[in-house]
Structure formats: structure tokens, C-alpha cells
T-cell receptor, first 117, second 111 residues
Framework: DTGVSQDPRHKITKRGQNVTFRCDPI?????LYWYRQTLGQGPEFLTY????????KSRLLSDRFSAERPKGSFSTLEIQRTEQGDSAMYLC???????????????FGSGTQLSVL | DQQVKQNSPSLSVQEGRISILNCDYT??????FLWYKKYPAEGPTFLIS?????DKNEDGRFTVFLNKSAKHLSLHIVPSQPGDSAVYFC??????????FGTGTLLAVQP
């Protein structure tokens, strides 16, 4: 399977705990994105990497959130001291910068569903 | 503020008929637009895109129309099939490298 892989698929945690999600992008893609989706909303941009460099972060990404892509391949998203409002689907996507912006469509993983109790 | 709006949260269509999903945007600087389809428990998948230099793009049963003066785009699915039942998101990007998504429209195609 050469698609975007996310782990775990589901995570249930208690308020105040830390959680970490992993994303493995399509291997030849140099851009990796994190989005968050809540019920009834579209995916909201959180952050993106080009290779190992984190180039943009949304103001939605509070200090409790940190994302890394240490070797320009897989990425992790950590949420510290989780709150109930963090409950959402966290989606990872990847794309290639080869070609025009119009061709830079994102390929999404199946997401990690986080429930904070 | 919602830069991309999908004002119809749901749409029900009979199999074989046309489905029309609508999307409005606020920023005239957006220069490309995409539609994504999402099934439950899966990530969104790319469906079709259009550049602002065009007003129509067609791919099989799917056609996207862009009206720049009205800042409006629509997705037409003809003929609609039960397998098309999903949530459809319009998305757009501009000078930035991220996509901005609408809130989605749930399409139900009745057999």
C-alpha cells in the first residue's frame, strides 16, 4: 500500500494526558500537512512541512501542540495536556511540489480519531 | 471567518439524475479550486480541480463550473450513482501552500 498511513486510527485518552500520532506520507512526497476535522466542519489546516522544515503553523495550533518531521519522511503530532476541545479527527496529507499548484492535490490518510474524556 | 462556504449541508438525489453541489468563496485572489469526496472513516480523496483561468473542467461524470464574477463554483455529477453518496468538500488555495476547505455537503443518492 503506497498511500498515506496514520497510526493509531483511534485514540481515547483522559483530559490532561499527552498523546502522539504518527503519519507516514507517500514516499516520494516532500510536503506533509496536518489538518483537524470536527463534526460538521471541513478539514482545518494546522501545519505543514516541506521536507524536514516546518514552514507554516496555523493560529489554531496552540502551544500544547507540536509537530515534527525529523528526517523529512514520517511526521509526529503531539498534543500535551489534552483538553476535551481537542477531540477531533486528525488528518495527515502529503503532496509533491513537482508540477503546478493545480497539480498539488493532497493525498489524505484515514485519520486518527481522538476522543478526550 | 468562513472563506469557503457550502451552504447546503445535505442533498438527496435519485439515482440517474443530476447532482449539483455548490460552493462560494470570498477571496478573489484564490486561483485554483478542488473538490474532495469523503466516505465515513476515511480521509478525503481528490475528485476534480479547476484553475481560475478556466470556467469549466470535465472528468467523466463529474464537471466543475467556475463563475469568478460571482465567486461561485459548482460540481455536477451526471448521472448520479448510489456509490457517489458521500460528503463533498470544495477547497481552494492561492498564494499560500495550504488548502482551505468548505464545511461539506452530504450527498445521498437514492436507488
Amino acid at each position: 500500500d503506497t498511500g498515506v498511513s496514520q497510526d493509531p486510527r483511534h485514540k481515547i485518552t483522559k483530559r490532561g494526558q499527552n498523546v502522539t500520532f504518527r503519519c507516514d506520507p507517500i514516499s516520494e512526497h516532500n510536503r506533509l500537512y496536518w489538518y483537524r476535522q470536527t463534526l460538521g466542519q471541513g478539514p482545518e489546516f494546522l501545519t505543514y512541512f516541506q521536507n524536514e522544515a516546518q514552514l507554516e503553523k496555523s493560529r489554531l495550533l496552540s502551544d500544547r501542540f507540536s509537530a515534527e518531521r525529523p528526517k523529512g519522511s514520517f511526521s509526529t503530532l503531539e498534543i500535551q495536556r489534552t483538553e476535551q476541545g481537542d477531540s477531533a479527527m486528525y488528518l495527515c496529507a502529503s503532496s509533491s511540489t513537482a508540477g503546478t499548484a493545480l497539480n498539488e492535490k493532497l493525498f489524505f490518510g484515514s485519520g486518527t480519531q481522538l476522543s478526550v474524556l | 471567518d468562513q472563506q469557503v462556504k457550502q451552504n447546503s449541508p445535505s442533498l438527496s438525489v435519485q439515482e440517474g439524475r443530476i447532482s449539483i453541489l455548490n460552493c462560494d468563496y470570498t477571496n478573489s485572489m484564490f486561483d485554483y479550486f478542488l473538490w474532495y469526496k469523503k466516505y465515513p472513516a476515511e480521509g478525503p480523496t481528490f475528485l476534480i480541480s479547476i484553475s481560475s483561468i478556466k470556467d469549466k473542467n470535465e472528468d467523466g461524470r463529474f464537471t466543475v463550473f467556475l463563475n469568478k464574477s460571482a465567486k461561485h463554483l459548482s460540481l455536477h455529477i451526471v448521472p448520479s450513482q448510489p456509490g457517489d453518496s458521500a460528503v463533498y468538500f470544495c477547497a481552494t488555495g492561492g498564494a499560500t501552500n495550504k488548502l482551505i476547505f468548505g464545511t461539506g455537503t452530504l450527498l445521498a443518492v437514492q436507488p
